[in-house]
């Protein structure tokens, strides 16, 4: 729980850096230009110069806080008190995905933080533009859960 809330922390710290700053980019190695880390639609985008390796990390966390309490309390007491309240992560993603070696050869990844479990792991042949191959586990396209 405390390494989620870190992650979570960090993130949002970087986020609302770059945004102060107004920067979409920064470059790591200014001299030779190696790695380009920017933040775009996919979250921080990790890039080589020659677009051989590509990364781009991007979160979501969804949270639960409720209170119920008694619609008709019979004294201010019954109204304040109580350990009904309730706190409760429900998706913490973590995604990561791009290419390696060369921009055809594609990988996707994702982790659900909350309950510990490996939701999207495939990797891509995409270089002929008819002819794509991906193997790992994902969920199935075109499967009722979608379609409904």
Do not use: C
């Amino acid at each position: 729980m405390k390494r989620l809330l870190l992650l979570v922390g960090v993130s949002f710290a970087m986020v609302i850096s770059a945004e102060a700053k107004g920067e979409d980019s920064v470059m790591v190695d200014e001299k030779n230009q190696k790695i380009k880390v920017e933040y775009g639609s996919h979250g921080w985008q990790f890039s080589a110069k020659n677009g051989n390796f590509l990364m781009h990390i991007q979160s979501r966390l969804q949270v639960r806080y409720s209170k119920p309490f008694d619609t008709d309390p019979v004294t201010l007491e019954d109204f304040v008190t109580g350990d009904h309240n309730t706190f409760k992560i429900n998706r913490a993603r973590l995604k990561i995905g791009g290419n390696a070696y060369k921009p055809w050869l594609k990988y996707y990844w994702e982790y659900d933080l909350a309950s510990s479990n490996l939701l999207d792991f495939r990797v891509m042949l995409a270089k002929l533009l008819y002819l794509n191959v991906k193997v790992g586990q994902w969920k199935a396209q075109y499967n009722r859960e979608r379609i409904i």
